[in-house]
């Protein structure tokens, strides 16, 4: 079985370029989750879907960065223009929630290998 | 405010110790508790979880965790470590009513021979 995919692996660009990072959920997983993570803050979750819509995006840290769930086998996360101190592993995690936004469940949640990326 | 604290960042141990990781979380009525391991260059994976039940989960690896409401704790031990269990060490905690995890800042955990 699959876990989540993610890639580019490692991603090395200059500042100023656009950066897309992909990710694929488990299969029949209907959450998706974008984190980062770096040495001084840990890890962050940058943005939350539930069935392809953006629930929570108060993590996305300006508006150069931008995620899409075009379908539910497939998400991107961009950075334009990308920065020195986007420097960072980017996690994508999948999970299954039953029930409704309000009262629902959300199981565990299974993460990628990661991207690390390097502006310079 | 939703907070997960790990208050060691390391813990150095010899191969054959007990080790115990803390984590303690902020108080709420309802919590699902959860520990995630991150090997060098890899994602999260999950160790073991608390959702209901037994307040003693057994996970992966030898790796069990005691949930203690009144301490508002879950933390993770291991009667005897190996070498493979170099890694860091996430407490993650989901409240209710909500749908994300809040994670500790991590622990790392070095053993030696």
């Known amino acids: 079985d699959a876990g989540v995919i993610q890639s580019p692996r490692h991603e090395v660009t200059e500042m100023g370029q656009e950066v897309t990072l992909r990710c694929k959920p488990i299969s029949g997983h209907n959450s998706l989750f974008w984190y980062r993570q770096t040495m001084m803050r840990g890890l962050e979750l940058l943005i939350y879907?539930?069935?392809?819509?953006?629930?929570?995006d108060s993590g996305m840290p300006e508006d150069r960065f931008s995620a899409k769930m075009p379908n539910a086998s497939f998400s991107t996360l961009k950075i334009q223009p990308s920065e020195p101190r986007d420097s960072a592993v980017y996690f994508c995690a999948s999970s299954l929630r039953v029930g409704g936004l309000a009262g629902g469940n959300t199981y565990e949640q299974y993460f990628g290998p990661g991207t690390r990326l390097t502006v310079t | 405010a939703q907070s997960v604290t790990q208050l060691d960042s390391q813990v150095p141990v010899f191969e054959e110790a007990p080790v115990e990781l803390r984590c303690n979380y902020s108080s709420s009525v309802s919590v699902y508790l959860f520990w995630y391991v991150q090997y060098p260059n890899q994602g999260l994976q999950l160790l073991l979880k608390?959702?209901?039940?037994?307040?003693l989960v057994k996970g992966i690896n030898g790796f069990e965790a005691e949930f203690n409401k009144s301490q508002t704790s879950f933390h993770l031990r291991k009667p005897s470590v190996h070498i493979s269990d170099t890694a860091e060490y996430f407490c993650?905690?989901?409240?209710?009513?909500?749908?994300?995890?809040?994670f500790g800042k991590g622990t790392m955990l070095l053993v030696s021979p």
């Open positions: 879907f539930n069935n392809n819509v953006p629930i929570d």
């Open positions: 993650a905690v989901r409240y209710s009513g909500y749908s994300t995890l809040t």
């Open positions: 608390y959702l209901s039940g037994s307040t």
